[in-house]
């Protein structure tokens, strides 16, 4: 995956989210709220809620979710290392039905987001 | 997901279902035959039975499922307003992991499925 | 299970429940508060949304959650034939691993809640 | 859980069984006719479809399925040994989060059902 | 839950764990290892890896696994508002589904784990 | 899916698999050493562990797993109506949630690896 897959993955969603917003209900339009504002640094700093939100979605094993946090994971000044050690506890809990999405991930963070 | 897309999805489901009926043991038939009289119209309409199987597709997060019951609900006479409010009841249910899928999903509503 | 069994479901769900506000952050009020809204009656009725949170809880495989949807579609009208309709599908899709969760919603059902 | 608990077990599931029977339409009865069927003796002997079963039970974690499925496997001459390594494969393929299960799993075996 | 149950969930725990050791291959005796060492501290803080631990259990919906964490958290030094925050991530991204765990999870904080 | 589609699915993997030794811990080699002995032949046949870790993975409705075991399902000699069973037992525990999964697996054996 080339830098440019990240910003694909980047222009792809933010066009969906167009769409999404077109047909959101009110409370649909809540609940994207809510997806906002619970990542914000508060009693836990934004980094530990991104690895937070990056193992939930490991060990739900949606792509999606996972590239997402990976990226907010990188931003928020995640190192290897310390990513390392999340995807161990998802690894862990999840189980091997989880490395294929580990895979995946690990390609995206060697060739684009890695130190 | 131009028009073509939905057809796309139909043509690929087709031949692939084909291939599963040349291999298919007793069992396995007998399941497919109950998968097609499970949703039939009964006790609850078409429409309703099309809502149950999408917003069940939605949580388990299955998105050629999810495809089959977008296009069954629509052509049950689902609108936009009721899809809108049984992917928000998904949504609530199966949280924000399912939001990818909405996207998707969506995204195929808007160009080819809505009113 | 007597009908003081739903009644004791409902009395611990509600001592759970102030415990829950005790300690919710501004982010779990609002979730609750959506969790409530989404289920109002609108393009869909209170008994088609019920349903389909019923149906979403089975295939989740959350008994809680099951026995909350199952009294709130009888206190929706839903007869036996249209809840055991939903509960086909939701058995189709979810699979055989849902039947304990049914063996117990049924019996429920048969005590308490039935016609 | 003393032997006792595994007849426990055999006839609160045949008590509700019945209640299902009761309210089962046409559908949920071609289940379970094909609930039956499947795991009979064909292409693969019946204690590899009892392992099949129990492993499926095990990484979806259903512990009514588990414990139906560790009888059945007894019954069908499944040893220790052979119990054991299926158990790893569920354990590894379904992580951690399993580990819950096998320990309800292996009380029962360790009491009841080992050799 | 008092104070007691708290001690009986580890009592339990630990006689099970006993039976485990019984009947562990090699291969179940090494994710038994892996298990305890991927919590240890590193270049996360074992705060973290609890918070970790606790929300993906939280997500993948099994109590045990979600107490046992809820206790390791309390003994990292996690405070009230922390688990708060990471709740409330394991909610959104798993949905209501996870309410009744939590539920259960914050009786026992409230009764014997908070400050 | 042309044979090439197998050696397209091993090169990518062996690709990534560099990766991933790249970037794994301590913790993750010892989960990858794990995860390939505990396929190995014991008390129970690669065979009918390989038919354990297609149907577990089938289940848990992960592409990359269900195709890795269906080629080494393929190499231990499981045959077309052995297959087609454990196949039926997958589908009757995890429901027509993992029918597309199917399709995609069978349309792979039929053009690879069929007898």
Redesign the interface.
Same mark, same amino acid.
């Given at each position: 995956m080339s830098k440019s897959k990240v910003e694909e993955f980047k222009k792809t969603?933010d066009k969906?989210?167009e769409? @999404?917003a077109?047909?959101?209900?009110?409370?649909?339009k809540?609940?994207y709220?809510?997806?906002a504002?619970?990542?914000q640094s508060?009693? @836990?700093d934004k980094k %530990?809620?991104e690895?937070?939100?990056f193992?939930?979605? @490991?060990? @739900?094993?949606?792509d999606?979710?996972i590239l997402y946090h990976l990226i907010e994971c990188k931003e928020a000044g995640v190192? %290897?290392?310390?990513l390392?050690?999340?995807?161990?506890?998802?690894?862990?809990?999840?189980?091997?039905?989880?490395?294929?999405h580990?895979?995946?991930a690990?390609?995206v963070?060697?060739e684009d987001l890695q130190d």
């Open positions: 969603r969906q989210n769409i @999404l077109k047909y959101a209900n009110r409370n649909q809540k609940f709220g809510l997806d504002s619970t990542y508060g009693a @836990l %530990t809620k690895l937070l939100g193992t939930a979605s @490991l060990v @739900l094993r949606c999606d979710c190192t %290897t290392e310390e390392s050690e999340a995807t161990s506890i998802g690894m862990l809990v999840g189980g091997s039905i989880t490395i294929p580990i895979r995946r690990m390609t963070w060697d």
